[in-house]
Nanobody
Framework: QVRLEESGGGSVHTAGSLRLSCAASGYDYNDYCMYWFRQTPGKERERVAVLYTDGGGSPWYSDSVKDRFTISREDASHTLYLQMNSLKPEDTAMYYC?????????????????WGQGTQVTVSS
């Protein structure tokens, strides 16, 4: 059973930066597609970045974070990152990482089988 734990959230001012981490453990499969989502109270959870498996294509970003956020991962430590630059007050949200396994060579894309508990990001003007 995969377990995901986010960290790195906090409070920053506009134009500041933060790097979120998502530590994964209990891997059952060899590879996973990884995601970052965010959610604010009363709104639907928004997918902001996707990191596909090797050979699966370039990372995907929502228009709201494109050119400011970068998703990456370090395989040796099973850690997913989200580097967030040029932060805006509208980036304030709880940020979650999620994962889908690759089963028999097929990534279970967009099923969001595993979730972390979230880390809060607050950007003040």
């Amino acid at each position: 059973q995969v377990r995901l734990e986010e960290s790195g959230g906090g409070s920053v001012h506009t134009a500041g930066s933060l790097r979120l981490s998502c530590a994964a453990s209990g891997y059952d499969y060899n590879d996973y597609c990884m995601y970052w989502f965010r959610q604010t109270p009363g709104k639907e959870r928004e997918r902001v970045a996707v990191l596909y498996t090797d050979g699966g294509g370039s990372p995907w970003y929502s228009d709201s974070v494109k050119d400011r956020f970068t998703i990456s991962r370090e395989d040796a430590s099973h850690t997913l990152y989200l580097q967030m630059n040029s932060l805006k007050p509208e980036d304030t949200a709880m940020y979650y990482c999620a994962a889908d396994p690759v089963v028999a060579g097929t990534p279970l894309l967009y099923e969001y089988n595993y979730w972390g508990q979230g880390t809060q990001v607050t950007v003040s003007s």
